[in-house]
């Protein structure tokens, strides 16, 4: 069975660095047709992706928070780390990690969710 | 950036109806498009994706088509378990990916 958690601190005071961890089961972040990607979801309000890691290493971050935000991965201890700088108010919401799969030309994009972790940044 | 936006924001739906949910993309994204459908206190589950092929243990009762900047998710004889928001997502540059801002349905 495939599952995916996260977990990080509730809270963070402004200014401060986010580290969030996405501990997976069920598959191999080395799996050559795999990747973990990170989401997330303000208070009400839609879904923005965030960042993804590939089994290869390979990193993608959404343009609008790349100087922010830092995605790496521990393959021996199954783990996917976001690391989010200089948090706000407004970066308050749901942080969930879920899984792409690759098979041939085709994607599954996003397959098994983790059931997210709130994060609250307040002083 | 590929801006996704659905439509509409909210529907009111009986039982046993069949249900249109709209998703537009600012420009064309293939068929590289998914839906996803979010309860409640939940994470999100993958429904469809390459815009119309149902993920695993979807009911039939879910479809999707469409193909560059237009695409539906149909819902037909809708059930009170499918009251959800409703999100698309394209991944044309995938990994790098946007979702629309959701489709709320409501039990009239």
């Known amino acids: 069975q495939v599952t995916l958690k996260e977990s990080g601190p509730v809270l963070v005071k402004p200014t401060q660095t986010l580290t969030l961890t996405c501990t997976v089961s069920?598959?191999?972040?080395?799996?050559?047709?795999?990747?973990v990607s990170w989401i997330r979801q303000p208070p009400g309000m839609a879904l923005e992706w965030l960042a993804h890691?590939?089994?290869?290493?390979?990193?993608s971050y959404n343009a609008s928070l790349k100087s922010r935000v830092t995605v790496s991965k521990d393959t021996s201890k199954s783990q996917v780390v976001l690391i989010m700088t200089n948090m706000d108010p407004v970066d308050t919401g749901t942080y969930y990690c879920?899984?792409?799969?690759?098979?041939?030309?085709?994607?599954?994009?996003?397959?098994?969710w983790g059931k997210g972790t709130s994060v609250t940044v307040s002083s | 950036e590929i801006v996704m936006t659905q439509s509409p924001a909210t529907l009111s739906v009986s039982p046993g109806e069949r249900v249109t949910l709209s998703c537009r993309a600012s420009?064309?994204?293939?068929?590289?498009l998914a839906w996803y459908q979010q309860k409640p206190g939940q994470a999100p589950r993958l429904l469809m994706y390459?815009?119309?092929t149902r993920a695993v243990n979807i009911p039939a009762r879910f479809s999707g088509s469409g193909s560059g900047t237009d695409f539906t998710l149909t819902i037909n004889s809708l059930q009170s378990a499918d009251i959800a928001v409703y999100y698309c997502?394209?991944?044309?540059?995938?990994?790098?990916?946007?979702f629309g801002q959701g489709t709320k349905l409501e039990i009239k």
């Open positions: 390459g815009a119309s």
């Open positions: 879920a899984r792409d799969i690759v098979v041939g030309p085709a994607i599954i994009p996003l397959d098994v």
């Open positions: 420009q064309s994204v293939s068929s590289n």
């Open positions: 069920g598959f191999s972040l080395s799996d050559t047709h795999m990747g």
């Open positions: 890691i590939f089994s290869n290493d390979e990193k």
């Open positions: 997502r394209q991944y044309n540059d995938w990994p790098m990916s946007s």
